[in-house]
C-alpha cells in the first residue's frame, strides 16, 4: 500500500539556520508528491509538487525540496529560516483515483 | 474569489446528536473531498467527490456520509456523533487531472462530548 513517512514529529531550529525536513515514500510506480504547510488554526498551502524532471523542485517562501528515487525521499530544505516559517508541514504522495496520502506532520519551532 | 470555504469554524455536539459539515467552492473545481487531521495522522480522507454526481469513499468512511449537492458544494454529514469523531475537518476541492494543486478550506474543529 502507498504511505508517506515523516520521521521527526518535532524539529526546532534556530532563525536563520538552515531547515531539512525529511519525507520518505512507498509507492510502486513514480510518485506525484507534494509538501503543505500548515500555520496554526489555518487550512493547508501548497509549498511545491513534483510529477517528473528534474529532482530538484522550488516552491514558495525560498523552499526547495529534492527527489531522490534511490532513497524514496523527498526531503524539504530551506536554507534561511524566519520565525514565520514556524508551521506544521505535511508531505502527500498522490496515489490512483487521485487522492492524497499524507505523512503525518513535522512541527517546526523556531527560536530566536 | 473566496476559494474553498467551509461552515460553522467551531461546534460542540453531545453523543448521539447530527450535524452537517458545510462546504463550498466558488472555483468551478470538479473534484472535492473531506479529510479529517488529528494530531500526529495527518490528513485522512474520508470521502471524495470525482464529479458532481459521484461520490467514493475514503479511508476512514465509518460514521460519515456525504452529498454532492452540486458542483459548488459538498456536505459532510455525522448521523449519531461519537467522541472518536472529535477532530478537524477540512475540505478540499481540485480541478481535473493529478497535476492540478488540491485547494483547501479553514477547517471546521469538532468537539464531541
Known amino acids: 500500500a502507498q504511505s508517506v513517512t515523516q520521521p521527526d514529529i518535532h524539529i526546532t531550529v534556530s532563525e536563520g539556520a538552515s531547515l531539512e525536513l525529511r519525507c520518505n515514500y512507498s509507492?510502486?510506480?513514480?510518485?506525484?508528491l507534494f509538501w503543505y504547510v500548515q500555520s496554526p488554526g489555518q487550512g493547508l498551502q501548497l509549498l511545491l509538487k513534483y510529477f517528473s524532471g528534474d529532482t530538484l523542485v522550488q516552491g514558495i517562501k525560498g523552499f526547495e525540496a529534492e527527489f531522490k528515487r534511490s532513497q524514496s525521499s523527498f526531503n524539504l530544505r530551506k536554507p534561511s529560516v524566519h520565525w514565520s516559517d514556524a508551521a506544521e508541514y505535511f508531505c502527500?504522495?498522490?496515489?490512483?483515483?487521485?487522492?492524497?496520502?499524507f505523512g503525518a506532520g513535522t512541527i517546526l519551532r523556531v527560536k530566536s | 474569489n473566496a476559494g474553498v470555504t467551509q461552515t460553522p469554524k467551531f461546534q460542540v455536539l453531545k453523543t448521539g446528536q447530527s450535524m452537517t459539515l458545510q462546504c463550498a467552492q466558488d472555483?468551478?473545481?470538479?473534484?472535492m473531498y473531506w479529510y479529517r487531521q488529528d494530531p500526529g495522522m495527518g490528513l485522512r480522507l474520508i470521502y471524495y467527490s470525482a464529479s458532481e454526481g459521484t461520490t467514493d469513499k475514503g479511508e476512514v468512511p465509518n460514521g460519515y456520509n456525504v452529498s454532492r449537492l452540486n458542483k459548488r458544494e459538498f456536505s459532510l454529514r455525522l448521523e449519531s456523533a461519537a467522541p472518536s469523531q472529535t477532530s478537524v475537518y477540512f475540505c478540499?476541492?481540485?480541478?481535473?487531472?493529478?497535476?492540478?494543486?488540491?485547494?483547501f478550506g479553514p477547517g471546521t474543529r469538532l468537539t464531541v462530548t
Open positions: 502527500a504522495l498522490l496515489e490512483y483515483g487521485n487522492k492524497l496520502v
Open positions: 478540499a476541492a481540485r480541478q481535473g487531472g493529478p497535476k492540478y494543486e488540491q485547494y
Open positions: 509507492y510502486g510506480a513514480t510518485p506525484y
Open positions: 472555483m468551478n473545481h470538479n473534484s
